[in-house]
């Protein structure tokens, strides 16, 4: 039999959930506090949506997003570059063993929404949709 420990299939711990929330909300603070002090950053207003943990709780991938969407290139290379000092900052504020390693991502949810929302836009979908749903009137 498998161990929990090694099994992907069902989902993040409570550990990882627990752990990736505390990053996100430090890491939130750090940036709206500014208390990183980089006019790189400061610069840009970042949202931290997300963090998910490895299960050995040694990387942490951050989804960032800037605000209106723009410049998520140049938000990830200047995030990533002080990845070292905001991993320190982040321990100093969560009391973990070892801090997780940071990768930053793209948050791309609100643009696969916004294509989710143009396709269902579409004259074809609505009419398939609509006839699925009179499909099932008819049972």
């Keep these: 039999m498998a161990s929990r420990r090694f ?12 752990v990736g929330e505390q990053i ?8 709206m506090q500014d208390e990183l002090h980089d006019p790189d950053i400061s610069r840009m207003s970042i949202t931290v949506s997300e963090v998910r ?5 040694r990387i942490a991938t951050v989804y960032v997003l800037p605000l ?8 990830i290379e200047a995030l990533a570059k002080r990845q070292g000092r ?3 900052m982040i321990g100093k504020l969560i009391k973990l063993r070892h801090t997780p390693e940071l ?3 793209a948050d791309d949810s609100f643009d ?6 143009r396709l269902l ?9 609509g006839a699925g749903s009179e499909d099932r009137d008819e049972e």
Excluded: C, N, W, Y
């Excluded at 909300?25 to 750090?30: E, G, K, P, Q, V």
């Excluded at 209106?68 to 938000?75: N, S």
């Excluded at 696969?112 to 929302?117: A, Q």
């Design 7 to 18: 099994d992907t299939t069902s989902g993040p711990s409570q550990r990882q959930l627990r």
């Design 24 to 31: 996100r909300r430090s890491l939130a603070r750090i940036l």
């Design 53 to 57: 943990v490895s299960p050995d709780l």
């Design 68 to 75: 209106g969407g723009g410049h998520k290139r140049e938000a």
């Design 86 to 88: 905001l991993r320190a």
């Design 103 to 105: 990768r930053f991502r």
């Design 112 to 117: 696969r929404m916004e294509e989710t929302r």
């Design 121 to 129: 836009a579409q004259e074809a979908v609505r009419r398939d949709v």
